[in-house]
């Protein structure tokens, strides 16, 4: 999923400042999931600023409304009925759903209430970790499942770097050594010979060198 | 009757949400201490503190209340195990999250009941006015109260 985290809040109070009259728009899916934009964070972040408006004495209207995803059109158009009665939107969508939205209804400002992180799990209540980075090219097989792309500090294809000191990285000590761990997994898989070639240099050309990237599936079209 | 001291009762309102298994908060005490105190506090039970969604506190602070303070259990004696201590880490939030805007963090706040002889709902309500009673009427009411006041 895409995490994410909530902007500071005077960042968002002052973009919000020129309007009167705001959709906070949150997100059901991966931004629920780590707690930055779901229903219940959407309505904080709404009572929050209203009860700044009040304490400012300005009149400004602030209403909620929870999407199961924004970065789905299917989803949005939801907001057709209503979206006529707000001069701004605070999405607290990813990066990806701020854009979706935004494209629906170009007439309307869209404003940002998340920083957008990355691609990662949930490891535990409270606690999401990088573990991809969308390359294009995926080799986790030969890594036996654990991506050092993302979670290698360097970034090495062909570790380790040999300064992991106790299975911890030598750039950051508070995060497992990545190639500590592929060496692991692969030898408890029994399939060590997987490491043992050279892999070459990343093509990066699945990832970006063409602008964004699409993926066109004709089977799932209308 | 003490008349300054219930005027500092009738200036606030304070709402309280409770974990159910508080000693004497069942619904005959609720409604005593409604009518001992009148508009100054709001009863809110609840399964347990862990279920408390901050945004409850936020809203009660919103729409009505000077100071919305949480009752839990003692630490060790949650029913549903942790949910008191979660609940904490989530108040604390809160309170920072307010204190953004300007709001004193003392609006809001958790209770955790004694571990030995555990006291009943009407003491603790007590003992948390008498912690707030020094905060000034919430600076987000003050217009809706003008409002209301104006008929008069
Ligand atoms: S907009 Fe889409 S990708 Fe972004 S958080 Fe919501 S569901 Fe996930
Ligand atoms: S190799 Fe790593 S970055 Fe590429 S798709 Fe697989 S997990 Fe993601």
């Known amino acids: 999923m895409i995490t994410a985290e909530q902007k500071p809040l005077d960042e968002i109070r002052e973009m919000i400042a020129p309007y009167k009259r705001i959709l906070v ?35 400004v209207l602030i209403n909620e409304k929870t999407l199961e995803r924004q970065c789905v059109k299917d989803f949005v158009i939801l907001l057709d009925d209503i979206i006529q009665d707000y001069d701004a939107l605070l999405s607290l ?38 573990n991809c980075l969308g390359c294009g ?16 500090s360097k970034h090495l294809l062909n570790g380790p770097c040999g300064g992991s000191v106790g299975g911890k990285c030598e750039i950051n000590p508070e995060i497992p050594c990545a190639w500590q761990l592929i ?26 060198g063409l602008g964004p990237r699409r993926i066109i599936r004709e089977d799932q079209q209308r | 009757m003490g008349s300054a001291h219930m005027n500092d009762r009738e200036r606030l309102t304070v709402a309280f949400f409770y974990c159910r298994n508080i000693p004497e908060s069942g619904e005959t005490e609720r409604q005593a201490l409604e009518k001992e105190y009148g508009p100054s506090i709001r009863l809110f039970p609840i399964p347990c503190s862990g279920r408390l969604d ?22 060790g004696a949650c029913r549903y195990f942790e949910g008191n201590r979660r609940a904490g880490k989530r108040v604390e939030r809160t309170k920072e999250m307010i204190a953004m805007i300007g709001l004193e963090p003392e609006r809001l706040g958790m209770v955790i009941n004694t571990k030995k002889r555990p ?16 905060l000034a009427p919430s600076p987000v009411l003050k217009n809706s109260r003008v409002e209301e006041e104006k008929p008069l």
């Open chain 2, 119 to 134: 006291k009943g709902l009407g003491v603790i309500t007590a003992e948390i006015l008498e912690r707030v009673k020094s």
């Open chain 1, 137 to 152: 090219d995926c080799k986790l097989y030969h890594f036996g499942g654990i991506c050092p792309l993302a979670r290698c």
């Open chain 1, 25 to 59: 728009l949150g997100c059901g899916s991966c931004v629920a999931e780590c707690a930055a934009g779901g229903e219940k964070e959407t309505g904080m972040l709404a009572s929050i600023l209203r009860m700044a408006a009040k304490m400012e004495g300005r009149e």
């Open chain 1, 93 to 130: 969508g990813c990066g990806a759903g701020v854009q979706a939205v935004g494209d629906c209804f170009p007439e309307i400002p869209i404003i940002p209430a998340l920083n957008t992180e990355f691609l990662g799990e949930t490891k535990d209540q409270g606690l999401w970790l990088e």
């Open chain 1, 183 to 208: 060496i692991d997994r692969v030898e408890q898989q029994g399939g060590f010979e997987r490491l043992e070639g050279i892999f070459p240099p990343k093509d990066w050309s699945k990832k970006q």
């Open chain 2, 54 to 75: 901050p945004v409850h506190l936020l809203s009660a602070l919103e729409k009505f209340a000077d100071a919305a303070y949480l009752i839990a259990c003692p630490e």
